[in-house]
């Protein structure tokens, strides 16, 4: 029952960073491939995929009254919040027994950076960023939603420039501070995974030693 308790307790105050988990920040492009890397990251190396897009759509679909303003915000076309998003974040990374998160396509901007190191007090042991192409992001995003090309085409490029306005300034911040870890993803799907492999099994010798 103590242990219940103390959980409450620590929820109630937010304290994450007391649970002192490894976090690593994982973005790239529409298109790069992080998902499937993510999958393979989990397999690997038992790490926790966190997506701030799913934490939200579930939070939505729970109906609670988070839920409903999310929505609502949405409907509106307005962003979420930095905050919302980073107290599901934490809960997440609270509830879960494990203390190895990859957070997947989050901080998307550098408000979204700063709100989420100053509100959880924890700092991203790297950032896994996955550099491709704009033209082969194109290509596979094209192959992947075959049929409306026109619009697709549209849509695709918008959201590669969403991407390269907002999160190549976070990358920059932690490239400033040694921690990108860049990954080349316009390759095959294998090659890409053992590049991440290495990165990750440098990083566990580094924590042996």
């Given at each position: 029952?103590?242990?219940?308790?103390?959980?409450?307790?620590?929820?109630?105050?937010?304290?994450?960073?007391?649970?002192?988990?490894?976090?690593?920040?994982?973005?790239?492009?529409?298109?790069?491939?992080?998902?499937?890397?993510?999958?393979?990251?989990?397999?690997?190396?038992?790490?926790?995929?966190?997506?701030?897009?799913?934490?939200?759509?579930?939070?939505?679909?729970?109906?609670?009254?988070?839920g409903t303003m999310i929505q609502d915000m949405i409907k509106e076309g307005k962003i979420v919040p930095s905050e919302v998003t980073i107290k599901l974040l934490q809960k997440a990374m609270q509830e879960n027994e494990n203390d190895k998160f990859l957070i997947d396509?989050?901080?998307?901007?550098?408000?979204?950076?700063?709100?989420f190191e100053?509100?959880?007090?924890?700092?991203?042991?790297?950032?896994?960023?996955?550099?491709?192409?704009?033209?082969?992001?194109?290509r596979r995003l094209l192959n992947r939603n075959q049929g409306r090309v026109d619009d697709n085409i549209e849509t695709i490029r918008k959201r590669f420039k969403v991407f390269l306005e907002s999160s190549m300034p976070v990358i920059e911040y932690y490239g400033s501070k040694g921690k990108v870890r860049k990954i080349d993803a316009s390759k095959p799907v294998e090659e890409v995974f053992e590049a991440v492999k290495a990165i990750f099994t440098q990083k566990d010798e580094k924590a042996a030693v």
């Open positions: 029952m103590g242990t219940s308790v103390d959980a409450a307790i620590k929820e109630e105050n937010g304290n994450i960073a007391e649970k002192k988990p490894t976090v690593v920040f994982v973005l790239g492009g529409p298109g790069s491939g992080k998902g499937t890397q993510c999958t393979n990251i989990v397999q690997h190396f038992g790490y926790t995929h966190l997506s701030a897009g799913d934490l939200l759509r579930e939070e939505i679909k729970s109906g609670s009254e988070n396509g989050f901080p998307r901007n550098e408000e979204n950076r700063a709100a100053s509100i959880t007090k924890i700092e991203p042991q790297f950032v896994l960023f996955f550099d491709c192409s704009e033209e082969e992001m194109e």
